[in-house]
C-alpha cells in the first residue's frame, strides 16, 4: 500500500504541475461570458444533428429488446461497437444502476462517448463540439424518443479534472466487490502519460500484457492492502469473469487497446476546448498573444500532447481482445502509402506514428487561427519523424501553413 500511495501522490502532483501551466478558471461562469454562452449557443455536435435529423423526420431510431435503442444510436453516430469498454463502478449519474455485474459499456469514436447500462432509464451521450465543448445528453430507453440534456452532468464534468471546461473524465479508481469508490485510497486521472500501474482501477480490463501491472479488474476487499487485490486473477485476462452478464451487451470484451485509446482521447478533447475557450475570451477582451505567456504556453501544451509527449513506454507487447485495433486503424485517413496515424503500435508505445489522430478533429480545425497557427508552429519543430511528416503531408497538408 505504501509503494501505491506514494505513487498515486507522485501523478497527483504531476498533474497538478501540467494544470498549473494552464490559465486560471475562467472570469464569471460559462453562461456569462459573452464569447462562450455554452448553454446559449447554437452546437453541431453528431448527437444534436441527430436530434435534429429525428425532429425533422430525417432520420428515425430503433428500439430493441433489451439494448433498447443502443445499436441503432451507434449506427447512426458512426460509433463501432468494437470499441466497448466497460466500467464497473459506482460512477456517473447512473451509478445506482452499475455494478460489478452491470458495468456500464462505453462506446466511443473521435466525437462522440456513448454510455449504456443494461436496464437502466437512459443511455447517455457526450458529444464533441467543435466550438463549445463536450455537450452532455440523454435519451430514454423506452420506445418513444425523448433526448436531454441534463445540468447534472456538469457537477464532475467541469472541474480542474476536465482543465476547467465541459469534458471528458478518464479516471482509475480503487474500487469494493460491490462497486463502490474507496476515495480514500486515492485516484488518478488517466491519459498516456500515466503507467499502466496506475490505469484502468474500477474498470473491466480484457487482453494481454505481458508482466505490466495494471488495476483493472481488481476489486479491493482489504484497505490496508489493495495492492492484494492484483494479481493472476486480474491481470492478462482473455475474458470477462463470469459474474457479468455478457449477453446483455453487444460484446464480451473490455479491449484494452480501446482503453489505451481512449485514455490519451480524453485529454486530447479537453486540451482542444480549453485552448479554443481562452483565445475566444482573450480576443474578446483584446488580450490576445501567442509570443508569450499562458497562451502560448497552452498552445505548447496541446502540441507537446499531440506528439505523445511523456508517454508511458510499454515494456511487454499489449494485445487487445476484440477487432478494435483493426476497426479503429481503418477509420483513419491514409497516405499514398497506406499508411495512417490511426495505426496502433502496441509493442512499446500506443500510436505507431509520432502524432495523434485527433488533428483531424473538427475541433482542431475549429480552434480559432491564432490558436491553431501556433500549435501547427509548435508541431512543426517537434516532428521529426519522416514518415509522420509524409503521412501529414498527404493527409493534412495545410499543417504546414
Known amino acids: ?88 463502478s459506482k460512477t456517473g449519474i447512473q451509478r445506482d444502476h452499475t455494478s460489478p455485474e452491470r458495468p456500464r459499456a462505453l462506446y466511443f469514436n473521435d466525437r462522440v462517448i456513448v454510455g449504456y447500462i443494461p436496464g437502466a432509464p437512459l443511455l447517455e451521450m457526450a458529444s464533441h463540439d467543435a466550438r463549445q465543448g463536450v455537450i452532455f445528453q440523454t435519451l430514454e430507453q423506452s420506445p418513444i424518443v425523448r433526448f436531454a440534456r441534463p445540468e447534472r452532468c456538469l457537477s464532475c464534468h467541469l472541474s480542474a479534472n476536465s482543465m476547467e471546461v465541459p469534458g471528458i473524465l478518464v479516471r482509475s479508481m480503487f474500487t469494493a466487490p460491490d462497486g463502490r469508490t474507496l476515495p480514500s485510497l486515492g485516484s488518478f486521472i488517466t491519459d498516456h502519460r500515466a503507467p499502466l500501474d496506475q490505469r484502468w482501477g474500477g474498470w473491466y480490463v480484457t487482453g494481454t500484457h505481458g508482466g505490466a501491472r495494471h488495476m483493472g479488474n481488481a476489486m479491493i476487499t482489504d484497505v490496508a492492502r489493495p495492492d492484494a487485490a492484483i494479481g493472476e486473477g486480474t491481470l492478462n485476462r482473455a475474458q470477462l469473469p463470469g459474474r457479468v452478464d455478457a449477453a446483455a451487451y453487444p460484446r464480451d470484451t473490455s479491449d484494452i487497446a480501446a482503453l489505451m485509446v481512449f485514455d490519451h482521447q480524453g485529454h486530447a478533447i479537453n486540451l482542444l476546448t480549453r485552448l479554443g475557450w481562452e483565445t475566444r475570451i482573450a480576443a474578446a477582451e483584446g488580450r490576445l498573444d501567442f509570443s508569450t505567456g499562458p497562451l502560448h504556453d497552452l498552445a505548447q501544451e496541446v502540441a507537446d500532447y499531440f506528439v505523445l509527449a511523456g508517454e508511458a513506454k510499454l515494456h511487454d507487447a499489449v494485445k487487445g481482445s476484440s477487432e478494435f485495433a483493426t476497426v479503429f486503424a481503418a477509420a483513419g485517413a491514409r497516405d499514398r502509402k497506406g499508411r495512417s496515424l490511426r495505426e496502433l503500435d502496441l509493442q512499446t508505445r500506443l500510436f505507431k506514428h509520432g502524432c495523434s489522430y485527433m488533428i483531424y478533429s473538427p475541433a482542431f480545425d475549429a480552434l480559432p487561427r491564432e490558436a491553431r497557427t501556433a500549435v501547427l508552429a509548435r508541431l512543426r519543430e517537434q516532428i521529426t519523424d519522416r514518415d509522420t511528416i509524409d503521412i501529414l503531408d498527404d493527409t493534412k497538408p495545410d499543417w504546414r501553413q
Open 1 to 88: 500500500m505504501k509503494a501505491v500511495s506514494a505513487a498515486a501522490v507522485a501523478w497527483l502532483l504531476l498533474l497538478g504541475i501540467a494544470m498549473a501551466q494552464s490559465p486560471s478558471r475562467f472570469p464569471g461562469t460559462i453562461d456569462q461570458h459573452p464569447s462562450i454562452n455554452y448553454d446559449g449557443t447554437a452546437l453541431t455536435d453528431e448527437v444534436t444533428l441527430l436530434k435534429r435529423d429525428i425532429d425533422a423526420g430525417a432520420a428515425t431510431l430503433s428500439f430493441e429488446g433489451r439494448q433498447g435503442f443502443l445499436r441503432s444510436v451507434l449506427e447512426k453516430l458512426n460509433v463501432p461497437v468494437e470499441s466497448q469498454v466497460l466500467l464497473f
